[in-house]
């Protein structure tokens, strides 16, 4: 539950510019030019910071002269301070993902085929994130798939102003029967877009067996009996791996109390190893 | 308990290389270039463009 209101009060500090909900208008203050950690669409109206895998498209698409180096900074600071912690606490998308998830309808639960469908978010990282904004000049993740901007953004500015209304295209139609698929995928299959398409999950997830705070096994007290891993929503294959969000469900399962949230302080890094 | 230092150290060595990284991205106008895409409605991200 703790967890839960680490979401909803990062949810809110992300797009506290209420006002733009009101009247249409994005927010044009200064702390835009701050990315905030987890995926949040910049022209959401509410929005009081920068997406940072917009940033990262807009700054390649620039970059033909110089490498991007405050993004990437950015990127690589979130990274190796939390990895996917962000996912699992501070990530509105992955809020609203969880709360889908709790409608009582059957659910699809992991498997190899989604173990095998996780990476498809490092090829829409490659294709759509880096690629596309390099050699096509145009940011491809945020104008062909980001559910996350047509639900906070396209949507709610759409509605508010007609003149942007008289504009929707095919693009935007699109954008709509992709935000409706997952919408509809996210109370039947748990965190469907972290775990399948995010590519700034799979940026994060680069960082989890080395970032400084996250989830530890203290291997002196781990049997090995997996109970972490059966109880895991995600495609982890060990705690802590690169599909782990630090959402703690696994700490509550440990039969030993062997797994816990490491910090500063811990100099020690452990994994389990199947014996 | 088994202290794999390597491991921190190369967390560390990243922490510092994404603070000099922010730090010359700044100099060299990036947050600028952030802030200057991102006080402006992304045509492409709302579905218009």
Do not use: N, T, W
């Given at each position: 539950m703790k967890r839960k209101y680490t979401q909803l009060i990062s949810a809110v500090l992300y797009n506290c510019h209420i006002t733009g909900f009101v009247n249409g208008k994005i927010y044009k203050g200064g702390s835009k030019g701050i990315c905030v950690p987890g995926l949040n669409c910049y022209s959401c109206p509410g929005a009081v910071g920068a997406c940072p895998l917009g940033s990262l498209q807009s700054s390649l698409i620039g970059s033909a002269y110089r490498i991007p180096l405050y993004i990437l900074g950015t990127l690589l600071l979130f990274g190796i301070l939390f990895g996917r912690l962000i996912c699992g606490f501070l990530c509105p998308f992955?809020?609203?993902?969880?709360?889908?998830?709790?409608?009582?309808?059957?659910k699809i639960r992991k498997n190899g085929v989604t173990k095998a469908l996780s990476y498809i978010?490092?090829?829409?990282?490659?294709v759509f994130v880096i690629a596309i904004p390099l050699v096509r000049l145009v940011p491809g993740f945020c104008k062909y798939i980001c559910p996350a901007g047509t639900l906070e953004a396209g949507i709610p500015l759409v509605l508010a102003d007609e003149h942007l209304k008289s504009q929707i295209g095919w693009l935007f139609s699109w954008k709509v029967f992709v935000l409706a698929?997952?919408?509809?995928?996210?109370?039947?299959?748990?965190?469907?877009?972290?775990?399948f398409l995010c590519p700034l999950g799979a940026i994060y997830s680069l960082f989890n067996p080395v970032s400084f705070f996250g989830i530890a096994v203290d291997r002196s007290r781990c049997t090995g009996c997996n109970a972490c891993i059966a109880v895991c929503k995600m495609d982890t294959r060990r705690v802590g791996d690169h599909e782990c969000i630090h959402c703690g469900e696994c700490i509550r399962s440990c039969p030993e109390g062997a797994i816990r949230y490491r910090s500063l302080k811990d100099t020690t890094y452990f994994k389990i190893t199947k014996e | 308990m088994k202290d794999k230092s390597p491991k921190r150290m190369i967390s560390v060595i990243i922490l510092v290389a994404a603070a000099a990284m922010m730090i010359a991205g700044i100099a060299d106008g990036g947050a600028r270039d952030v802030l200057s895409k991102a006080v402006m409605i992304c045509m492409e991200c709302i579905g218009i463009g």
């Open positions: 992955g809020l609203i993902q969880e709360l889908l998830y709790m409608i009582p309808v059957p978010k490092y090829v829409i990282l490659i698929a997952c919408l509809l995928l996210f109370p039947v299959c748990y965190r469907a877009f972290c775990r | -």
